[in-house]
């Protein structure tokens, strides 16, 4: 990607990834949701 | 394109989930034959009785042994033929013993309906021209209900019948 | 820097605000359907003046799905493209051509529902027979919609070519691949409208492929529902962070979604028809697998939310892991109609993936929970975008403003509707995996106890739908409001930036021929081979039947 035109100059170092402990945590409750329900349809799935 | 490293775990989980969920169903499609209904068998819609199983006479519940059942139907707005009893009144209830194989085989002679027994697998779309078949195991003791899922017409809703479970 | 040629004049407000006077008028008619059916439903109402359940109910999905959508879209599409890229004379011109095609199939094919000749419900699959003009007027919708299109598609090669080298921008993008998304899947929808249907109930065909009109209906029906999504996405990527006075997290991603979108949306229709004989359950299981590439998208959507809000709310000084989600304009409404909606759907997409889950199919195909499934999707997810969109759109549109009233109202709104949805859409589920079906009248089914068991959560969704309707009603006085009797003023047109110091986007993100090219091999890998199967190994074709649905 090194032949894009530079928007800007990266001024010094490489840009620190912004704190997402948050993010990361809320979307691992979601995939947690979404699996327990896959697995409870699942479930009815096999016991009928 | 760069990514953060929180959303290359989510990424990783996620997706590691998807595939878990299509591993389970893929093994039990193709490993253990739970397939969804798919029969491929043909039948001219006006003329359903050239096929043996929708004859009159074979229409509804048939013993094949102990173990195995078949249950033959054919579906018309709007109704379920299960056919006759000896004096000529039609059937409006289906009779497996719990715990035995039951083969059913549905087709339509005019639109599309639905062949849903509340509260099993036995889940079908019937389509002109087609056969649906499932074949299942009933292992609870009770009353179900069979029930048209697909719209068929203004009288869709009333058409249904039991399924007694012994 | 302000383009002069990217304000909005009063010309092309006309246009945007015709689309959206039919969306709310819709919103109305198609809201007081659904209160009608679930009164019938639940055993508490019989309808009067002969007037059948599945009437109303087909008029309940076609002006809510097909019509109520497909105008607020093509209409805040026009508002988006004429702010980023521009409209000249002559694409107004046409796009109100378009406007006026679609008017004419819409007002035909309600006109054909309302005499009763087209109780056929919004997938009218054959062999149903609805009276011609209902499929003529359906066949217009989606000819004026290629129209619009097109403008769409000129629009931004038009700016292009003024802009050589520039990257696009995003939201004109963005509407481009929801109008190619769109133009391709219509392709085959309009293929069994004017190839089968229309000289099928015309009396010209003798017979019609049934398993050959479904696949080409499904081919069409599952990007349908991404085509409403994406509208919303371009909300939530673009215009939310603007709200919420924050940056779009990455220009990027928000266009590698879109385009996984634009590929893995389309050749999928198999997952609709998991339960039907007469097609090869390899194919069904492929097209599962595709299905499920469709999800990754909204897994890197519901990241990129998230991020956004918590990089704002932490750049605003709000500390510890959920401090930022707890300082979210939650009394804005224009931020939180459409959070709940992005929080509705977690469990509408968690339902979606259920739904397609091949095999589990079987436990809810045809049940109330699939009703329920897209409940929260269409009318909660996307319907609550829209309606958050609306709140600054038609103010921006009429040259008035969003009181502080209004605001406040508009967020009761959206709380009455989220307390609606939860009790309809969750009955709806519970009573589906009971195996209650979807789309039928009042029924105790002979009597059985699992019928009767039923009722109460009918009953329920009767509840819920009150509770929506209050919500629809309190949503057309606000649009009312804000189109006629909102002060006169100035309302910003959100719209989000990158960051400065933003990573750029890679080019090949705007390849169009590589991208319009792999969703063609895409879906000639998904279909040519069981589509040919399914004409090799037909059976005969089927006569019309109109008595069933009582038009003789």
């Known amino acids: 990607m090194s032949d894009l035109p530079k928007k800007n100059k990266h001024s010094s170092l490489q840009k620190e990834d912004p704190n997402l402990r948050g993010t990361l945590i809320s979307v691992l409750l979601l ?3 979404i699996a327990v329900s896959w697995f409870g349809v699942f479930a009815i799935f096999v016991s009928r | 394109m760069h990514l953060h490293k929180y959303e290359k775990i989510w990424l990783i989980f996620g997706v590691g989930s998807l595939l878990l969920f299509l591993t389970i169903i893929g093994f039990g499609a193709f490993y253990k034959g739970l397939q969804p209904q798919s029969h491929m068998m043909t039948i001219d ?3 359903v009785e050239a096929y043996d199983a929708f004859k009159q006479e074979n229409l509804g519940v048939t013993k094949v042994n102990d173990q195995k059942y078949i249950v033959n139907v054919v579906a018309t707005a709007f109704n379920f033929d299960l056919g006759k009893n000896e004096d000529g009144t039609p059937l409006k209830e289906i009779r497996i013993p719990k715990g035995a194989t039951v083969l059913f085989q549905v087709t339509t002679k005019d639109v599309v309906h639905g062949f849903s027994i509340a509260g099993t697998n036995v889940n079908m779309m019937v389509e002109p021209g087609y056969i649906s078949s499932y074949e299942t195991k009933l292992d609870k003791y009770g009353e179900f209900t069979l029930l048209c899922n697909e719209y068929c017409g203004l009288g869709h809703h009333l058409m249904s019948t039991k399924v007694e479970v012994y | 820097m302000i383009n002069e040629k990217l304000q909005l004049t009063k010309k092309d407000t006309r246009l945007s605000m015709a689309f959206i006077y039919v969306a709310f008028i819709s919103l109305l008619i198609g809201g007081l359907m659904g209160l009608l059916q679930t009164f019938v439903r639940s055993g508490a109402l019989t309808l009067p003046w002969g007037i059948n359940y599945y009437q109303i109910l087909t008029v309940h999905g076609v002006i809510l799905g097909l019509v109520l959508t497909t ?11 004429k702010k980023t890229v521009g409209i000249t004379i002559k694409e107004r011109k046409i796009a109100w ?7 004419v199939g819409t007002i035909m094919t309600a006109v054909t529902i309302l005499l009763g000749k087209a109780s056929v419900l919004y997938t009218f699959y054959a062999p149903l027979k609805a009276h011609p ?3 003529i007027g359906l066949a217009l919708v989606i000819i004026g919609s290629w129209v619009a299109c097109f403008v769409n598609f000129h629009q931004l090669f038009r700016w292009k070519k003024d802009n050589k080298g520039e990257k696009s921008p995003l939201l004109a993008f963005m509407v481009v691949i929801n109008m190619l998304l769109w133009l391709i899947a219509t392709l085959g929808v309009a293929a069994t409208v004017i190839i089968q249907f229309i000289p099928w109930s015309l009396g010209y065909a003798e017979t019609i492929n049934v398993l050959v009109s479904r696949t080409l209906f499904w081919y069409f029906g599952h990007p349908l529902v991404y085509f409403w999504l994406l509208p919303a996405y371009m909300a939530w990527y673009a215009i939310i962070p603007k709200v919420i006075g924050g940056k779009i997290f990455s220009d990027s991603l928000a266009r590698l979604s879109f385009v996984l979108f634009l590929m893995f949306s389309i050749p999928v229709g198999f997952h609709h028809q998991l339960t039907e004989p007469g097609i090869d359950p390899t194919w069904k299981f492929i097209q599962v697998v595709l299905t499920f590439m469709v ?4 897994l890197l959507t519901a990241f990129s939310m998230f ?3 918590e990089i704002t709310g932490r750049r605003k000084g709000f500390t510890g892991l959920f401090g930022w989600f707890k300082h979210l304009p939650w009394k804005d409404v224009r931020f939180f109609a459409p959070m709940i909606g992005m929080l509705a759907f977690i469990p509408a997409g968690t339902g979606g993936i259920i739904n397609a889950s091949h095999q589990l199919n079987a436990v809810v195909h045809n049940t109330i929970w699939v009703t329920g499934h897209f409940h929260l999707t269409v009318a909660t997810t996307v319907i609550l975008t829209f309606f958050g969109v609306s709140y600054w759109l038609v103010p921006v549109l009429t040259g008035r403003k969003l009181t502080k009233k209004i605001n406040n109202l508009g967020l009761i709104q959206t709380v009455v509707w989220a307390v609606g949805m939860s009790f309809m859409s969750g009955s709806m589920h519970i009573a589906g995996l009971l195996g209650a079906p979807r789309r039928s009248a009042y029924s105790t089914y002979g009597g059985t106890e699992q019928a009767s068991d039923w009722i109460g959560y009918q009953i ?4 819920g739908g009150s509770i929506l309707f209050i919500g629809i009603l309190l949503m057309i006085y606000i649009f009312i409001n804000l189109a006629f009797f909102a002060p006169k003023g100035n309302e910003e047109f959100p719209l989000a930036e990158e960051e400065k110091d933003a990573e750029p986007t890679p080019k090949f993100l705007e390849n169009w021929k590589l991208w319009i090219g792999l969703t063609v091999v895409l879906i000639l890998f998904a279909y040519t081979i069981p589509f040919i199967d399914i004409i090799v190994h037909s059976p005969a074709g089927s006569p019309p039947f109109d008595w069933p649905i009582g038009n003789q």
């Not at chain 3, 105008?71 to 493209?81: D, P, S, V």
């Not at chain 3, 051509?97 to 008017?103: A, D």
């Open chain 3, 133 to 135: 003009a209902f499929y």
């Open chain 3, 460 to 463: 329920g969704q009767a509840i």
């Open chain 2, 45 to 47: 819609p006006e003329n």
């Open chain 3, 295 to 298: 999800i990754i998208p909204s």
């Open chain 3, 97 to 103: 051509i378009g406007f006026w095609i679609m008017l």
């Open chain 3, 71 to 81: 105008y607020f879209i093509i209409g805040f599409q026009y508002a988006l493209m």
């Open chain 1, 31 to 33: 995939g947690t949701f």
């Open chain 3, 307 to 309: 991020a956004t809000f």
